[in-house]
């Protein structure tokens, strides 16, 4: 896929790329459910970055964001706080202590299921209401590799591409084991996985072109 192309559909930092667009759609669905809730509200967001919440122009007051990562963020501005912590394990945080667990695209990014259902049950013991988006198992075009049906084709073949093709967001990774990581790191989730993991949840569509693009898992009753 040209650099062109690839901006034009999944460079999400342009803001008329269709990711961008689908991102801002997402978000102020996020913002509607947000005004459910009194304040102050405190966010942990799983694997979010400050220049996320900047491009959304997110500027509520009384809400505290927490940024969770595998590695701490310095110099954060207010409301933005950073911790280092693992989604599989958010010991650092007491049952129901915080007031909304968002995440955007992290979750399908744990290896495997056993680790996907301990975030899972970390973000419902942890959080009093939840938002966590995921991309559509089933949607044709994969969305980390920005390449059609990349996820039916066999472990081998995705690792050959990764190696010698440069793709969507992960581009070109020539050492073979760090090719293999990246392909082994991946595992989308179908509506029905993302059901099993969240029983309790309403699941939202995001549509595009008539195809479920991805899916939020909420608790919220919009």
Known sequence: MSGKIFQQIADNQVENSLSHQMRSKRFTF??????????????????????FWQSMQFNEADVSIILLNLEEAQQLPHP?????????????????????????SVIEH?????NQQKMAAE????GKQHFIQTPNYWFPIEPHWVFPLFQFLPPIVKRWMTQHLSLGH????????MAKKQ????????????EQLFPQSRIYEEKFAGFNKSFIAHSFSV
């Open 30 to 51: 996020f913002k509607a459910c947000l005004q459910q809730l009194p304040k102050p509200i405190t966010i942990l967001d799983i694997g979010g970055t400050l220049s």
């Open 80 to 104: 933005f706080t950073s911790v280092q912590g693992d989604a599989t394990a958010l010991t650092q945080f007491a049952d129901q202590s915080i007031d909304i667990v968002f995440s955007n």
């Open 110 to 114: 744990l290896f495997n299921w056993e």
């Open 123 to 126: 973000v419902l013991r942890v």
């Open 170 to 177: 992960i581009g070109k990774i020539k050492h073979p084991e």
């Open 183 to 194: 392909v082994d790191e991946i595992k989308l989730l179908t509506k029905n996985e993302l």
